[in-house]
């Protein structure tokens, strides 16, 4: 989709630039990519907390915390 581009990248270059797959081709370059081990699994990056607050109702806050809690809903 990229029209005039004046040098061929690597994939390895494309991640150092931030730039994301052409989403035709869709490379696989999951390989090449960070871990992401401390991150909330799913589709979106942070994820509703799992807390229930004092009235009893579910926590509102968003967390990226793997295990699902905001930091004050933190089990332990």
């Known amino acids: 989709m990229v029209k005039n581009v004046s040098e061929k990248i690597t994939p390895e270059r494309a991640l150092e630039l931030q730039l994301e797959p052409c989403k ?38 968003n967390t990226s915390i793997a295990n699902g809690y905001c930091f004050q809903h933190q089990p332990g």
């Open 24 to 61: 035709f081709c869709k490379p696989d370059i999951n390989h090449l990519k960070p871990s992401t081990e401390n991150k909330a699994r799913g589709k979106s990056i942070t994820v509703q907390c799992k807390g229930i607050t004092k009235k009893g109702t579910r926590c509102k806050h």
